[in-house]
């Protein structure tokens, strides 16, 4: 079974950044695509953006592309968003999820694993 962990999250002004960790309890994403959605109060969960560890591939919601970039770090099992320019849109809160399937996905619904979540505010 696959554990997340996500933190980083916090209060930031608009035009500020944060960083946002996701920590797994497993010894491998290799065969793994591992992705960061979203959801607001009263909202759906919303895809964010992607990286798959097996072809090393980057794939991002067209509101956060060129803000937001995911990275990996395969020898400590970790994906990392760092959100730059952020804005009051972005308010959520933001989870890590995982699939063991060698595939791109942007649905919530395909995601087998996620964490707990962690709040991301940005103010005016």
């Known amino acids: 079974q696959v554990q997340l962990v996500e933190s980083g999250g916090g209060l930031v002004q608009a035009g500020g950044s944060l960083r946002l960790s996701c920590a797994a309890s497993i010894r491998s994403f290799a065969s793994y695509t591992v992705a960061w959605f979203r959801q607001a109060p009263g909202l759906e969960r919303e895809f964010v953006g992607g990286?798959?560890?097996?072809?090393?591939?980057?794939f991002y919601a067209g509101s956060v592309k060129g803000r937001f970039t995911i990275s990996k770090d395969s020898a400590q099992n970790l994906v990392y968003l760092q959100m730059n320019s952020l804005k009051p849109e972005d308010t959520a809160i933001y989870y890590c999820?995982?699939?063991?399937?060698?595939?791109?996905?942007?649905?919530?619904?395909?995601?087998?694993?996620w964490g707990q979540g962690t709040q991301v505010t940005v103010t005016s």
């Open positions: 990286i798959t560890w097996w072809n090393s591939g980057r």
């Open positions: 999820a995982a699939v063991s399937a060698r595939t791109y996905n942007t649905n919530s619904r395909n995601y087998d694993y």
